[in-house]
């Protein structure tokens, strides 16, 4: 049975750090790209970063590039964001995504929530 399983969302203060997790099962990790989406209140879903498998290439939206940093534990088969100097306008629900990257396969956490105030 395929799962993605998020962990991690809390509510922290600008400037902290926090990591989410995701953890996979059911399917084969290494043939799939690992991609964090997000959804702001009142906003369209928007990727943040994402991961491809064997060469652990990754690509960031401008706003996550510099402070966060995806990454993959091939081993554990779970992927994480690591977000660090978060932002009030960073609060969203955040989504765990894998792409099969021969366009078979598309599976989506649960969501978690991230809430940056002071």
């Known amino acids: 049975q395929v799962q993605v399983v998020q962990s991690g969302g809390t509510s922290v203060q600008p400037g902290w750090s926090l990591r989410l997790d995701c953890t996979t099962y059911?399917?084969?990790?290494?043939?799939?790209?690992m991609r964090w989406f997000r959804r702001r209140p009142g906003k369209e879903l928007e990727l943040v970063a994402s991961?491809?498998?064997?060469?652990?290439?990754?690509t960031y939206a401008d706003f996550a590039r510099g402070r966060f940093t995806i990454s993959r534990d091939d081993s554990k088969d779970t992927v994480f964001l690591w977000m660090d100097r978060v932002a009030p306008e960073d609060t969203a629900m955040y989504y765990c995504?894998?792409?099969?990257?021969?366009?078979?396969?598309?599976?989506w956490g649960q969501g978690t929530q991230v809430t940056v105030s002071s």
């Open positions: 991961i491809e498998p064997f060469t652990g290439n990754t």
């Open positions: 059911g399917f084969t990790f290494l043939d799939h790209s």
């Open positions: 995504n894998a792409r099969g990257v021969t366009g078979r396969g598309d599976y």
